[in-house]
């Protein structure tokens, strides 16, 4: 299973706040302990003494790049640099500790040497050994994909293999060109396919960026180009170089020496999914523990009702049109259950029991998906997952709405914005498949952990509003 790159701003952020809990609470106990005695002026000198101390650290070996990735595989050498690091902090501020009149003495800085070693030693220890095999597999570069060929691609990998310090993969080029103005490869980068090809590879390898190497002067293919890969849950950025109009700096972002123009962004990345993911298998594991005693209830009446087995599995649209297997409470007779929902369930529908049409209703018939929640092939919040097969007016979901897979650039969710808008149930028509698309890109768009917060705390009075649910 391959890694993906934002795997390495998470563990910088984790391994920050360890850090800062160690200079922080360790900073303030060892200051305490040598202090021996607390007068009125005590606590304020104390706090500023460790706020500066643990601030002062932080931003020093941050800046230093002890942090990056191919520092820490470095093992004994990241832990000396570290601790020398700190210790020139603990020296300098050590000195400030008098003009405060905070008087710690000489035994302060040796516990602070001693807290701090012991610290790298096995923070930076534990590092190595995840970080190690990361570096010598490649997963810690970014890979980027190139659409476009000729001058413009090659003055932009030019660039970016010059640029120093730079850990990328250039895995290739895509273009639908075959001709002298795209060759069949650049420098040493080969054409792997046509832009429509690309789609399909990046669900299959990973694909951090896409560059567009093309001039902005060519509109047309842009926007047709652009078209194509918009739906990708991956960063879309047009090579700067391929500018005829030269703009200021402060409107490029930079990968290297190459400057580039952001035209879509993946919405959920690093440490934002990071949290987002946790947060998810938090709640539903609390939630599964808390409604157990209903879902043993309901399991035991749809096993009581008909013959057939508890949970119904099918197969769905997931995270970058990835398929999963989502999990339900059946609520059909087993001889009548559609597994690819080619036909709608509607009201009054003679497929479903007796028992499926209250947990239909009520939506208790979605409570399994907690544990698809657990897999990591779900989130509590986000576009409800559609079966492969699902059609509004006898046409399949992505012929009626240009766009339509773009609600897949983040993993389904049990509820969502369009379900607490109003927009549960079936998707019979155009209309109804319209407006939970949009709202579903809405979501996209707006993003934020108070938004999933406030969408998950509306969920329960959203169910109450069931006439859309058969």
Not at 315 to 330: A, I, S, Y
Request: proline share 3%.
């Amino acid at each position: 299973m391959n890694r993906s790159f934002a795997d390495s701003e998470v563990f910088q952020r984790l391994l920050k706040s360890v850090d800062a809990l160690v200079f922080f609470a360790g900073g303030l106990f060892i200051t305490l302990l040598v202090v021996g005695r607390f007068d009125a002026a005590t606590p304020g000198a104390a706090g500023f003494f460790i706020a500066l101390l643990g601030f002062a650290c932080l931003f020093l070996l941050r800046s230093l790049g002890l942090y990056q990735i191919q520092s820490l595989a470095r093992g004994f050498l990241s832990v000396i640099k570290s601790w020398i690091t700190t210790a020139i902090v603990g020296i300098l501020v050590f000195q400030i500790s008098y003009l405060i009149r905070l008087d710690l003495g000489a035994d302060w800085f040796k516990l602070w040497l001693c807290l701090t070693a012991l610290h790298f030693i096995f923070s930076r220890g534990i590092a190595q050994i995840w970080i190690r095999p990361i570096v010598r597999h490649g997963h810690s570069r970014q890979r980027i994909a190139v659409v476009g060929g000729g001058k413009a691609a090659e003055d932009a990998i030019t660039t970016l293999e010059n640029s120093k310090e730079l850990d990328i993969e250039i895995i290739g080029l895509f273009d639908d060109r075959f001709d002298n103005r795209s060759p069949e490869s650049v420098r040493k980068h080969k054409k792997i396919g046509k832009i429509a090809e690309l789609a399909e590879y990046a669900r299959n390898s990973r694909v951090d960026l896409i560059i567009v190497a093309i001039p902005l002067s060519a509109e047309q293919r842009l926007l047709q180009i652009l078209k194509r890969l918009w739906e990708l849950p991956v960063d879309i950025r047009v090579s700067g170089q391929a500018a005829i109009l030269k703009l200021s700096p402060h409107a490029y972002t930079y990968i290297g020496d190459l400057p580039l123009l952001s035209l879509f962004e993946r919405p959920l990345n690093g440490w934002d999914q990071f949290i987002k993911d946790t947060l998810d298998r938090a709640i539903a594991l609390i939630v599964i523990v808390l409604l157990s005693p209903v879902m043993l209830v309901v399991a035991l009446a749809v096993r009581f009702e008909s013959k057939g087995p508890i949970i119904f599995r099918q197969k769905r649209f997931g995270f970058n049109n990835e398929l999963v297997q989502v999990f339900k409470f059946r609520s059909m007779y087993t001889d009548m259950s559609d597994a690819s929902a080619s036909k709608l369930v509607t009201k009054g529908d003679p497929r479903v029991t007796k028992v499926g049409r209250i947990i239909r209703k009520t939506s208790l018939d979605e409570l399994p998906q907690l544990f698809n929640v657990l897999q990591g092939q779900l989130s509590l919040v986000g576009p409800r997952p559609h079966a492969t097969q699902a059609k509004a007016a006898g046409t399949l979901y992505d012929e009626v709405i240009d766009g339509y897979f773009a609600r897949h650039k983040v993993k389904p969710g049990i509820t969502g914005w369009a379900q607490i808008n109003g927009w549960r149930g079936e998707t019979d028509t155009h209309e109804k498949l319209e407006q939970r698309v949009k709202h579903d890109l809405d979501y996209i768009d707006r993003w934020s952990l108070g938004l999933d917060l406030y969408i998950l705390a509306k969920t329960p009075m959203a169910l109450l509003k069931s006439e859309n649910a058969y």
